[in-house]
């Protein structure tokens, strides 16, 4: 089969090589036991597979490795018992793997793609999507009728961020750095868009009446502070990424202060043993889905061969919604 692997920790632009490789074993890099073949037609590409370019993720399989974590298309095999079966289009967790013409996830991560969306929209509908509700509703406590800042609410996490908030009852405010990605914003269905430059903590505080009851934050850096300083009483700060590069410090005597709290969401590692934990955020997302809320923005497209390319694009900020490898026609 056709497959992209790391080859060497040097970056997007040298690392990734396009091979000819046997196919996988039926069983997922990600648990033990058989999973789920999948021919894979759209592969998603994430911040992670970057920071696997460079040797800098904390999933660090020996070189050379086909990277990729998750993929749409149609299962070739299941195993007995799964939820799925033999020509079901379907959008799987593969963990690793997900740059090839073929993939293998566990059970438990692999869902039916629902015929409103596209095998590329299929590709984005796991990483991103599962992360946001973990980060919501099970860290956050949101609840109906909240509003929820999304910082790098044009892309991948934020796009999806704006929906499930949406989803379960929330108002949001999007904080996107350029027009482009306030047009983004708005088609993922932002209530509201504000400009990173624009004075936006001030801005959001007018919008919102005084505060808001979430922040969601993939970015971190120097943003911290002040999104702190934009929460209303009982608010929440979720921590979910640091794409602006640096790890913010919190100074605790803010949160006494404010009666406000910041809350850790790490999806994978949390998820991972839970299997049925999985099953019912993949049900969550399904009922999104259906009800029309949930639309996965897909972005820039690549053909395999161009992975790299793929992974600079996100590298140098210029990446939105979700970004996908087209593997197969169609
Ligand atoms: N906690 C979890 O479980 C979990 C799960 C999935 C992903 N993540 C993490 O979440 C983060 C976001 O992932 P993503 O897929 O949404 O990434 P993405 O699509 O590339 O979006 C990230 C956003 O960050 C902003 N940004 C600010 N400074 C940036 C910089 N120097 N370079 C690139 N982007 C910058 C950009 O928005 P503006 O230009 O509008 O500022 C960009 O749209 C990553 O750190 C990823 O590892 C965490």
Redesign the pocket.
């Known amino acids: 089969m056709r497959a992209v692997q790391i080859v060497e920790e040097s970056g997007p632009e040298r690392a990734l090589a396009l091979v000819d490789l046997p196919e996988p074993e039926p069983s997922p890099a990600l648990s033990p036991g058989p999973g789920v073949v999948v021919d894979v037609h759209a592969a998603g590409v ?3 597979e ?2 696997q370019t460079r040797g800098q993720y904390q999933l660090k399989p020996p070189l050379p490795f086909v990277p990729g974590s998750e993929v749409a298309g149609v299962v070739r095999s299941a195993p007995d018992g799964a939820a799925v079966s033999a020509g079901d289009r379907v959008a799987a967790f593969c963990g690793l793997g997900g740059f090839a013409e073929t993939a293998v996830a566990p059970e438990f991560f692999t869902f039916p793609l629902a015929p409103a969306l596209d095998f590329a929209q299929g590709a984005g509908l796991i ?2 999507y599962h ?1 946001a509700y ?2 919501l509703a099970l860290r956050g406590r949101m609840k109906r009728g909240e509003t929820v800042l999304v ?10 961020a704006l929906q499930v908030a949406r989803g379960l009852g929330g108002r949001t405010i999007a ?4 027009e482009g ?1 306030r047009r983004v914003a708005e088609r993922a269905g932002a209530d509201d868009v504000v400009l ?1 430059d624009e004075g936006w903590k001030d801005e959001v505080k007018e919008r919102s009446g005084g505060g808001v009851d979430i922040v969601l934050d ?4 120097d943003r911290f502070t002040d999104s702190l300083r934009s929460l209303r009483e009982e608010g929440r700060l979720i ?7 640096s790890i913010p410090e919190v100074r605790v005597n803010r949160l006494l202060l404010g009666n406000t709290e910041v809350v ?7 998820v991972m043993g839970k299997p049925d934990l999985n099953r019912e955020v993949g049900a969550a997302i399904g009922h999104m889905v259906d009800d029309g809320v949930i639309r996965p923005i897909v ?1 820039d497209r690549f053909p395999l061969e161009r992975a790299g390319d793929a992974l600079q694009a ?4 210029r ?5 996908v490898l087209d593997v197969r026609p169609g």
């Open positions: 994430s911040f992670p970057l920071l990483l991103n992360t973990f980060a910082h790098g609410a044009a892309g991948g996490v934020g796009s999806a904080v996107v750095s350029s990605k990173l993939p970015v971190g850096g921590v979910v990424g640091f794409t602006g590069g850790g969401a790490g999806w994978g590692a949390y972005g996100i590298d140098e900020r990446a939105t919604g979700k970004v």
